[in-house]
């Protein structure tokens, strides 16, 4: 059993090498050092190399010997000293080099009678000397070619088995290993699958045959799931192994991009490319120094058939699988997933109207029949079917089937899925009808943070609560199958998140621009290139009404703007992909703006985003709430005066603070919202921040080069909430903490340095809540127990056993192990 103290620090010091990058370098390094040589052996191999120089002066005798030794010598001289270096600060181990010590100590003594060795001597004495000299040498060379080299094979295996107990304790503890190419999981019920499953399966296991086998079907047939199950099959990963690679490809896909996340999944260095062809180039190489071993690239969702052929390559063992809507001549026949057969479509649809008890409140045979020759064998369609009549009675089941008896059909000739899921959409209320709309505003097959639509719904819907009813209205939808909500990471900001299929955004966007552009409540655009729509180019008058605009843009827009006129928008939602970003001008004129949301999704690095100051204009003075994700910010040098919330995610912020000439405090003085989750420059807040007395809200999270908070904290009376979680360098916590008497939550989660809690953090007389997980290694001081209020401790186990004595004199305490 390891020790918790001794666990914590190890997790602490891994995670700090795998966020470097340097990790495994450092540690192998370490391992070969630690075992070759150790700086006793470093000053003998400098005496002998010293004493060769002198005698080979001295005597002419051995000339030849004592240069072949001196050159063995000098050949490791660098080597000797690049060991006796890296040896300064770590343990020797004496038994592997003690042979060789001893021959050094031998040979420098050898060479010091070699050197006081007359001419007048014996020819016997002479020749014995020779033969020394000549076996020392080949001693010296013997040790270097075979007992370094095999010591260096077996620590490198040794190497191999820490990693693997490394992966396994952090597997155990949530680690992060996974890659970004990883697989999904299959979802639990995939029906009508076995046999083209088989078909690929034995396709797969071929050595020879098609190298791209593409499987095509409509939207919504399973191509998908079809794949990851798949991946999941025990021959298939069993003969590619670590080599499978699974990329969801968009309508324009960056094969830069794509490229950067296969060789960050292989744990490799990530370079910068100039060029498509620079990627492509680099990926060949990378495949090929995988040798013989098979490899599969999975691309799910391709739209065109040009990143196909961009990405074959001449390799044995080398296969693409291909999902489309679309087939593929030049890649062969493929396969086409058929629709489903009677009997998995009613499992299909069944599941679909189970409770979650696992009851039926009401199914009948004969209208599930008939229902079932609606949906066409669709999985989509049976799956939102099932879900629009799971828990209606029979009188709603008689009255859709008469509907579509009577040619209402809910298919429609090539938008049959679409018309399906109208029905669906038409079923929800007004409010929560009028919220699904607005998620059209994402693009499609991406994550949909929890935290975005609560800033977009609490102005345009001017809720009174945020999160509960935000979390209400997307299990309503993800109960009618037309969401999928997910929960990632217990301690950041954006531990929900939702997705939702590219055929429901049709939908979405179908639905809201039915209406003339001028009349519209959404505005919802999707640029390729510069192509942006005819009713915007040529429009340069007539305002629109909207009261949400998104604007979707590839990588090759250029920011050149049209003009736009509209007055009446509230939020701004912008989804971009180029590495260089211009905030539109004809924001300026948005004076009713309130929601700023920008987020470059796709991209691997942060966009650098400019004209960012026009958010400090007069003329849109109504902004409350901006959410950057993903992009780089120059400088924090605007003015927003109304500004009650700023969300920083993966941005890079750290020189925002250090380049801006004003004062954090004059930026957003009525701030109340500081939220910055995964910036991985930020190594320090500046004190400015601490002067924003109006925050009640600071979460800071998995931001792992912060190690230190403002003395000055203490200003934010008002504060309320105060999370720090999985900020691995943060040390500690200043004791100015204790002065936040308003404090309810603290949250210090996965911050593993940090050692102890501040001597008089009992003053926090208003606490709730602590959270403390993986934190076994913080020492609680006496003064705790005057946190009458603290109500709630959320830990792991071996933290929890610190707060036993503390629940005998704290009553109404709670601890929730996580």
């Not at 007992?147 to 949530?174: F, H, P, Y």
């Not at 609560?465 to 990471?489: C, F, M, P, T, V």
Request: charged share 25%; glycine share 4%; proline share 4%.
């Amino acid at each position: 059993m390891i020790p918790s103290p001794f666990l914590a620090k190890f997790r602490l010091k891994l995670l700090q090498f795998l966020n470097s990058g340097y990790g495994l370098f450092v540690l192998k390094r370490k391992k070969m050092a630690d075992t070759v040589v150790g700086t006793v052996l470093g000053a003998l191999f400098g005496e002998l190399l010293k004493a060769v120089i002198e005698a080979k002066n001295k005597s002419q005798e051995y000339e030849t010997e004592l240069e072949k030794l001196k050159s063995t010598l000098e050949s490791i001289t660098q080597t000797i000293k690049k060991i006796e270096k890296l040896n300064g600060t770590l343990e020797i181990s004496e038994n592997e080099t003690a042979k060789l010590k001893e021959d050094m100590k031998n040979g420098e003594e050898l060479v010091r009678k070699c050197s006081e060795v007359k001419c007048c001597c014996c020819c016997f004495k002479r020749v014995n000397y020779a033969d020394k000299l000549i076996n020392l040498n080949l001693s010296i060379e013997r040790f270097i070619k075979v007992n370094m080299q095999a010591q260096m094979v077996r620590d490198n295996k040794e190497i191999l088995v820490e990693v693997k107990e490394m992966r396994k304790i952090l597997d155990r503890d949530g680690g992060v290993f996974d890659g970004p190419c990883l697989a999904p999981d299959p979802p639990e019920i995939t029906l009508g699958l076995d046999a083209p499953l088989e078909e690929l399966r034995t396709e797969l296991l071929k050595d020879e045959g098609m190298q791209v086998i593409v499987v095509s079907a409509p939207g919504g047939a399973g191509k998908t799931t079809l794949v990851k199950k798949l991946c999941a099959d025990d021959q298939v990963k069993d003969k590619f192994r670590e080599n499978i690679f699974f990329v969801t490809v968009s309508k324009t896909p960056d094969v830069k991009v794509i490229v950067q996340r296969i060789f960050q999944h292989k744990k490799c260095e990530v370079p910068t490319f100039q060029t498509e062809e620079a990627a492509i180039n680099d990926l060949e190489r990378l495949l090929k120094s995988f040798g013989q071993k098979a490899i599969l690239l999975v691309l799910d969702d391709v739209w065109s058939e040009s990143l196909v052929q961009k990405l074959k390559f001449k390799l044995p063992n080398y296969k693409i699988l291909v999902t489309s809507r679309s087939v593929f001549p030049q890649f062969g026949s493929g396969h086409q997933l058929k629709p489903l057969n009677d009997e998995a479509a009613m499992i299909l649809f069944r599941s679909s109207v189970t409770l979650q008890d696992g009851k039926l409140s009401f199914f009948d045979e004969d209208l599930a029949r008939k229902i079932l020759r609606f949906c066409k064998g669709s999985p989509l369609a049976l799956t939102v079917v099932g879900k629009f009549l799971c828990g209606e009675p029979a009188a709603v089941w008689q009255s859709k089937v008469k509907e579509w008896e009577q040619g209402e059909s809910i298919f429609i000739s090539g938008t049959e899925l679409l018309v399906c899921l109208q029905s669906s959409l038409n079923a929800l209320d007004d409010d929560v009808k009028e919220c699904y709309l607005d998620l059209g505003s994402f693009p499609q097959d991406q994550r949909i943070p929890l935290t975005a639509l609560i800033d977009m719904w609490m102005e345009l819907h001017e809720w009174v609560e945020d999160g509960l009813s935000a979390i209400n209205y997307l299990h309503k939808l993800s109960n009618r199958n037309l969401i999928n909500l997910h929960i990632e990471r217990k301690n950041a900001s954006d531990d929900h998140y939702i997705m939702h299929h590219d055929l429901l955004r049709d939908l979405i966007i179908h639905q809201s621009m039915s209406e003339p552009i001028e009349q519209t409540k959404r505005v919802i655009v999707d640029i390729s290139g510069n192509q942006f729509p005819k009713w915007w180019s040529g429009n340069k008058q007539n305002p629109i009404h909207a009261r949400l605009l998104s604007i979707s843009t590839d990588e090759t827009f250029s920011s050149g703007w049209y003009e736009l006129n509209a007055p009446e928008v509230e939020v701004v939602v912008l989804n971009l992909r180029t590495n260089n970003y211009t905030l539109p001008n004809f924001m300026w004129n948005m004076g009713k703006l309130k929601v700023v949301i920008v987020s470059n999704i796709y991209g691997f690095l942060p966009a650098e985003l400019s004209n960012f100051s026009l958010l400090g204009s007069d003329l849109v003075s109504n902004l409350k709430r901006i959410r950057l994700e993903h992009v780089s910010i120059p400088s924090f040098d605007v003015q927003m005066k109304n500004l009650q919330k700023i969300s920083l995610f993966m941005c890079n912020v750290g020189q925002a603070f250090r380049n801006s000439n004003c004062q954090i405090s004059d930026s957003f003085p009525n701030l109340l919202e500081f939220e910055i989750d995964y910036c991985n420059d930020l190594e320090e807040l500046p004190g400015g921040l601490c002067d924003i007395v109006s925050l009640k809200k600071l979460n800071i999270t998995e931001c792992f080069k912060l190690s230190t908070l403002p003395e000055e904290i203490g200003k934010l009376v008002k504060l309320e909430e105060l999370r720090l979680a999985s900020c691995t360098a943060q040390k500690e916590l200043p004791e100015m903490v204790t002065e936040l008497s308003k404090l309810k939550l603290l949250d210090i989660s996965g911050c593993l340095s940090i050692t102890k809690l501040p001597t008089q953090i009992g003053r926090l007389c208003s606490l709730e809540t602590l959270g403390m997980r993986g934190c076994s290694c913080c020492e609680l001081p006496q003064s705790i127990e005057n946190l009458k209020r603290l109500n709630m401790v959320k830990c792991d186990e071996e933290t929890a056993s610190q707060w036993e004595p503390y629940k005998l004199i704290l009553t109404k305490l709670k601890v929730e192990v996580l």
